[in-house]
Nanobody, 119 residues
Framework: QVQLVESGGGLVQAGGSLRLSCAAS????????MGWFRQAPGKEREFVAS????????YYADSVKGRFTISRSNAKNTVYLQMNSLKPEDTAVYYC????????????WGQGTQVSVSS
């Protein structure tokens, strides 16, 4: 079992920055990959970024590449999403998720945190 709690969402102006955090508990954090997803109103949930268990491999959606950075601290059981140069189209509920066997199938999800970007 893995429990995930996101924080750090909020309202920011276009061009601004936010850093999301996701604190994990339960299974040993350093043994599984993590991902961030988002869902905007009326749209399907979409992949944002992911990071391997060691932090050595990261992947990004084309829409956020160069603006967002995913990282993790295995010592703090936390994964981060640094979001820079935010755009109104980044407005969504952001979710972190755990991929226990690093097969891109996510097994546990957080409750989400709202990010709103005003123009």
């Amino acid at each position: 079992q893995v429990q995930l709690v996101e924080s750090g969402g909020g309202l920011v102006q276009a061009g601004g920055s936010l850093r999301l955090s996701c604190a994990a508990s339960g299974r040993t954090f350093s043994t599984y990959a993590m991902g961030w997803f988002r869902q905007a109103p009326g749209k399907e949930r979409e992949f944002v970024a992911s990071i391997s268990w060691s932090g050595g491999r990261t992947y990004y959606a084309d829409s956020v590449k160069g603006r967002f950075t995913i990282s993790r601290s295995n010592a703090k059981n936390t994964v981060y999403l640094q979001m820079n140069s935010l755009k109104p189209e980044d407005t969504a509920v952001y979710y972190c998720a755990a991929d226990l066997v690093e097969d891109n199938e996510y097994d546990y999800w957080g409750q989400g945190t709202q990010v709103s970007v005003s123009s």
